[in-house]
């Protein structure tokens, strides 16, 4: 299974822009990326997803490397209800219904 | 909606007792599915189910049981629980399987086995 890797943990001011890097060297074509968030005492919670091109939505953006060997999930002003467990990862196509979660990155902010 | 839901929220067992965690969903999804979550620990799926009658394994079933009767319902049954088992459990549900489908997933268990 091709594997994620992120950051333990990040902190970001309140109001401002938050990266939140996510390293997948052995993805493949077809896989998609997927981000999820775990509010504290909640089950995980779908953020964005998508292939190649760059992604937006309510309530972040994508930014996907031109190699697919990384991404970011963008925060565009970063509030109190943002601090999260965020989760990157990969899934394949149809018939592998498998999500492998790593251990996420814990993002801390202040107000 | 309600979406997915799970009970209970909280359960203490003794070791070598059983009991069943209960998980439904009102979105008429076919995929179902179970997590276990440990401290600092991201998650691990027990067992899935691609439809009503079909179950199969994911990366930690050992010690867990699951059946699905009807679309809505996905009980997970542990059959004598042991402290390892201590963890929050999570239930989820999908439309389908396919790479943009998203999971929606239920509140959670926090079950504790002394």
């Known amino acids: 299974d091709a594997k994620t890797t992120q950051p333990n943990s990040m902190e970001s001011n309140e109001e401002e822009p938050v990266h939140l890097p996510c390293n997948h060297s052995?993805?493949?074509?077809?896989?998609?990326i997927h981000w999820y968030r775990q509010l504290p005492s909640q089950g995980p919670e779908y953020v964005i997803h998508g292939l190649t091109s760059n992604v937006n939505n309510r309530m972040a953006s994508l930014a996907i490397a031109e190699d697919r060997k990384s991404s970011t999930l963008i925060l565009h002003r970063a509030t109190l209800r943002d601090a999260a467990v965020y989760y990157c990862i990969l899934r394949k196509p149809s018939g592998t219904y498998k999500y492998i979660f790593g251990t996420g990155t814990r993002l801390k902010v202040l107000a | 909606n309600a979406g997915v839901t799970q009970t209970p929220k909280f359960q203490v067992l003794k070791t070598g007792q059983s009991m069943t965690l209960q998980c439904a969903q009102d979105?008429?999804?076919?995929?179902m599915s179970w997590y276990r979550q440990d401290p600092g620990m991201g998650l691990r799926l027990i067992h899935y189910?691609?439809?009503?009658?079909?179950?199969d394994q994911g990366e930690v079933p050992n010690g867990y049981n699951v059946s699905r009767s009807t679309t809505e319902d996905f009980p997970l049954r542990l059959l004598s629980a042991a402290p390892s088992q201590t963890s929050v459990y999570f239930c989820?549900?999908?439309?389908?399987?396919?790479?943009?489908?998203?999971?929606?997933f239920g509140p959670g268990t926090r079950l504790t086995v002394l």
């Open positions: 989820a549900s999908s439309l389908g399987d396919s790479s943009t489908d998203t999971q929606y």
């Open positions: 189910s691609v439809g009503a009658g079909i179950t």
């Open positions: 979105m008429n999804h076919e995929y």
């Open positions: 052995t993805i493949s074509g077809t896989d998609y």
